[in-house]
């Protein structure tokens, strides 16, 4: 056997490759983050207090042995600068270094927030000419986790770029490199998040930042007009995705209480066929057994979280009647029945669309039921309430 090629971690010999898993690469996200952020629950009134509750139920409630591990401050924990530039925390946080021990006690890790601006986008003192100072402190606090936030920068996009869209891509790939490189230069491993809201089409360029995840829409809200514009714009995205470079469209609004139980499983299981992160983003000291099945419901996590990195895609589409796929590790595939609409609807879905034959018989098992289904041959039949979805493990 002759060794032909060594690429991207994988090892070509004769006819095979043999692959390290992303893992063993040193990939910061081999799976899409997941976690919890402060920002769609408390916005920038976020106190010490209030993290160390997350981190407590986070533990407390299951999940962090679900899956769920940091622990993000969003915008409104920062002070102002000492007479050195450093960056200090505000009053409602008195003791970063000892809040980021009390969650690594817990076995969670801990993310934080800054702008390459300025201001961040709710007004708070940002990381303009202070990169490397700001990513020493957060490494010096224990932070393992960073949210890169655009906000006020747009005004320096603006001067530096105009009109001009190829020049603002590199500005902008210019100013989250920075950032990645001034967190590598601290020797500690901290995930960069990109967040510029889908500006210059970043899905394409953000890993060559260095960054692990990037948001690919603006902010979502806790309704489900928000939820599914975001989510079922998400079709075609798929091939950027991957273990390590994950499309982002924004945190859950699980629990908060602008959805029914259909649209918010609809909304888990929309993130979980996109492998999108799973930040909660909800008060987790207050989770009713509802939200808790929702946030927790393991197979639809191991979607998620599936070892392969395929991100789904939208197979076919009819009126309301959306049908996502996506391929998982074992060679099953998950696939999501969702009706957009506000009313019940019957449906069936020809197994052809999905893939397999027209007589095939096709294993299934349905993830919100936790059941094994009699096999399916020729259609699958559902029954759709309003804004719900059906979500299904298959395979030969
Ligand atoms: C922007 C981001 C949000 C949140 C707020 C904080 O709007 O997109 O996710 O971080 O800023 O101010």
Redo the contacts with the bound molecule.
Sequence with gaps: MKLTSLLAGCVVLGLQAFCMGAQAQGVLAPTPPMGW?S??HF??KVTDKDVRAAADAMVASGMRDAGYVYVNI???WQGKRDAAGNIQANERFPDMKALADYVHGKGLKLGI?T?PGAH?????EGSLGHEKQDAAMYAKWGVDYL?Y?L?SYTENLKQRAGNDHAKSQAVMEEVYRTMHDALASTGRPIVLSL?Q?GWEAVWRWGAETGGSLW?TT???EDNYASMERIGFSQAGLAKFAGPGRWNDP??LEVGNGGMNSEEYRSHMTLWAMLAAPLLAGNDLSKMTDDTKSILMNREVIAVDQDAAGHQGDRVYTEGPLEVWSKPLADGSVAVAIFSRWRMPLDFDVPMTKLGFGENEAVKARDLWAHQDLPEIRGAFHTKLKPHSVVLLRLSR
């Design positions: 952020n920002w769609n916005a920038e969003d915008d409104g927030y702008s961040t986008c709710a007004g708070f949210k936030d906000c967040c809201y948001r603006g902010d979502i924004d945190m």
